[in-house]
């Protein structure tokens, strides 16, 4: 059963027999009905968004700018042990009792220095112990300097509710993950999933917000009130 | 001649000017937005020509609408997704309903469509005694207020921190201070629980990608990512004119939608969902199905004139810069989409010779035009508009007016006599000024008639000769 497809579709033809003006050419006295130029591709688009240099200093720079804008927590670490300071620290803080994680390279690690309940997820789990977790513990596929968001998905993240649900998402990086901009976090979607996408991929930009109230910004709204970036310097 | 919804416009936007709150509480939000966005629309190396990108974008997929529709229907059925095509809003409502009762659904919970509003489903779910959440704040905070959206972005931008801690306290016995903080948690406590206990999630979709055949939700809650990930059965309600070509599309129209809708570089959480669960995957819906809708979205596809209205992304700047939304509010179009976009599409979504009022709620100033991201020509359609319903239906008044006027203007002798009387009549004018005797009312009501002047122009000439 697929509704009215047929008769949407010949609506759609009907209709689409009278061209239209080229898009953005708001002067009708010459009406061209095919656009000029070549189509938009992923590549120019860079020319017209802000700016981002090659240089993986400046990037750095822009990233940690963006991060603080958008009030997710970050750490750059120099060697394992040192990240492995980094989240037992937050353990203590935070008094996490338990966490939620996946299988990873970098996951694995991790857990063995976390002496607390683990509730793995990657062979099903139970949505309720996921809410009682302190803390979702993910990989990613990607850290974009240009916006500050993280790009992960269901394959790289350990599903889709384990970086939403809890209510802190930490995220383990390597600096090599971090790509310039939305074009190049694209072309790596591309490169490495073309033809077997994930079914969910998202790019996550600081903890959840909300303006709904005044147009007042909340952090918390309904996902993790906290993101916090561990990325280990390789 | 003057439907009820112009009646009704007119008196709803009229008491709305005069209020005075709701002009502060409109001025404050809108002036932290347009600051965050000039920032933000600073930082593009080329904001014009990202405007036009998109336009080009969203111009070939909207002039193609059937192959990128196939193409995308096609890839998603092909990873278990099923597609339904809707002509009306009454299919769309059947479908999600037929598909509840199969699957013994009890509680839904939603985030943030518009399309949702447009085909009134939630009432029709709510009528058969199914538990309809909104888990958008604001969506969530108009529906316990029982009102519909005032904003297509910001739904509740009318309500004060008071106003809303009154409503919980009333609807949910809350007692809180009016903190923002605090009452946002009070819906996040409240909404966790139905996450992991909705039997479906039904969301919007902010793009349909072609070429890889997914959706696109753009949000900054995480409502959605919560609302499409723990529920058994997905339905996502989609316009036929969201798809776009490519994947790599989004990387230039979610950045704009987010800078020109809330001022933002990016929102909070943009997700694509290219289907339910997947094998080798732990968690997500068993069931994904997509609703395609047409409800006369392909009227207007047939006027290649205003077609590209279609290309609208529902980010909001138009509305955000507009002076008449600004002085009339939201809820006095009486539309789903409101503003300048909403005065262009809901002529022809909803009937032209109804909604025709709404093109001359404008002071043509053409910031809406200027402010929108995929560069619809936003105020021209609203004098189009004009013209068609014009043609389509006479006004005889109208046409004996404008037929003396031009007689009048056009023979010098006649125009001078209209000035000598004019004069004569003019000092009188005042004792029925306004009422009902009064001609020029709709003017005079709560405005001055410029004086005739004691010599014409005609005259002035001549005594400098």
């Known amino acids: ?234 | 001649m003057n439907s009820t919804f112009s009646k009704d416009f007119k008196k709803n936007s009229g008491r709305m000017s005069q209020d005075l709150t709701h002009r502060a509480v409109i001025k404050k939000a809108l002036g932290a937005y347009e600051i965050k966005r000039d920032e933000n629309r600073s930082k593009y190396l080329n904001w014009q020509e990202a405007r036009q990108a998109a336009s080009e974008i969203k111009w070939e997929a909207v002039n193609h609408l059937d192959r990128y529709l196939l193409e995308m229907t096609k890839n998603l059925e092909a990873r278990g997704t099923k597609v339904f095509w809707a002509s009306n809003a009454e299919e769309a409502r059947q479908y999600v309903i037929s598909l509840a009762v199969e699957k013994k659904v009890k509680s839904i919970i939603k985030s943030k469509t518009m399309t949702s509003e447009e085909i009134h489903l939630n009432g029709a779910l709510e009528k058969l005694g199914y538990d309809v959440v909104e888990s958008d704040l604001g969506e969530y905070i108009v529906q316990l207020n029982e009102e519909p959206p005032y904003h297509l972005v910001f739904p509740a931008m009318h309500l004060t921190r008071g106003q809303i801690k009154e409503i919980f306290k009333r609807k949910l016995g809350s007692d809180t201070s009016d903190l923002p903080e605090e009452l946002t948690m009070v819906a996040r406590n409240i909404m966790r629980q139905k996450y992991l206990t909705a039997d479906m999630g039904i969301s919007g979709a902010n793009f349909g990608v072609a070429e890889t055949g997914m959706i696109s939700i753009t949000e900054n809650e995480g409502n959605a990512r919560l609302t499409t990930s723990f529920p058994k059965i997905h339905v996502a309600l989609m316009g036929i004119e969201k798809v776009i070509p490519k994947l790599g599309d989004l990387a230039i129209l979610l950045p704009l939608l987010a800078t020109a809708g809330g001022g933002q570089q990016i929102t909070c959480y943009n997700t694509m969902i290219g289907g339910p669960r997947q094998p080798g995957e732990c968690d997500g819906p068993e069931e994904f199905h997509l609703v395609l809708i047409d409800n006369r979205r392909t009227e207007l596809l047939a006027d290649a004139e205003q077609r590209d209205a279609l290309h609208c992304i529902r980010c909001g700047a138009c509305l955000n810069v507009c002076p008449i939304f600004k002085n009339s509010g939201g809820h006095s179009y009486g539309t789903t989409y409101q503003g300048p976009i909403g005065s262009v599409i809901t002529p022809h979504l909803r009937g032209l010779q109804d909604w025709k009022h709404l093109s001359s709620a404008s002071s043509l100033c053409g910031s809406c035009t200027e402010v929108c991201p995929v560069k619809i020509d936003i105020h021209h359609h609203l004098l189009h508009n004009r013209r068609n319903a014009v043609t389509q239906m006479p006004v005889w008044w109208e046409r004996i007016a404008f037929k003396g006027f031009s007689i009048a203007t056009a023979n010098p002798a006649l125009f001078q006599l209209g000035i000598k009387i004019g004069r004569v009549f003019q000092p009188l004018h005042f004792l029925i000024k306004g009422t009902l005797l009064d001609p020029v009312r709709a003017w005079t009501q709560t405005r001055d008639l410029p004086e005739i002047p004691a010599k014409s122009f005609r005259q002035q000439w001549k005594s400098r000769q």
């Open chain 1, 1 to 234: 059963m697929n509704g009215s497809k047929d008769q949407i579709l010949a609506r759609i033809r009907e209709a689409l027999r009278s061209p239209a003006p080229v898009p953005g050419n708001h002067d009708y006295s010459h009406l061209e009905m095919t656009p000029s130029r070549p189509k938009p591709e992923l590549e120019s688009f860079r020319q017209w968004l802000p700016p981002v240099e090659s240089n993986s200093e400046n990037q750095w720079d822009l990233l940690t700018k963006s991060f603080h804008a958008l009030k997710t927590d970050f750490g750059l670490l120099e060697s394992k042990a040192r990240l492995i300071d980094f989240i037992q620290e937050l353990q203590r803080a935070e008094q996490w009792k338990r966490v939620g994680i996946h299988h990873g390279a970098m996951t694995d690690e991790i857990a063995s220095y976390l002496e607390i309940e683990k509730l793995w997820v990657d062979e099903g789990y139970d949505p309720q112990a996921m809410e009682q977790c302190d803390v979702g513990i993910s990989e990613c596929d990607a850290i974009v300097a240009q916006t500050g968001s993280i790009l992960i998905t269901a394959k790289s993240a350990g599903g889709r509710g384990l970086s939403v649900l809890p209510p802190h998402h930490l995220v383990l990086a390597r600096t090599s993950q971090i790509v310039a901009d939305l074009p190049s976090a694209y072309e790596l979607l591309y490169k490495r999933y073309g033809g077997n996408f994930p079914s969910m991929i998202s790019f996550i930009t600081g903890p959840s917000r909300t303006g709904d109230i005044e147009r007042i910004v909340v952090l918390g709204a309904h996902g993790p009130k906290k993101l916090t970036v561990a990325i280990l310097k390789d």
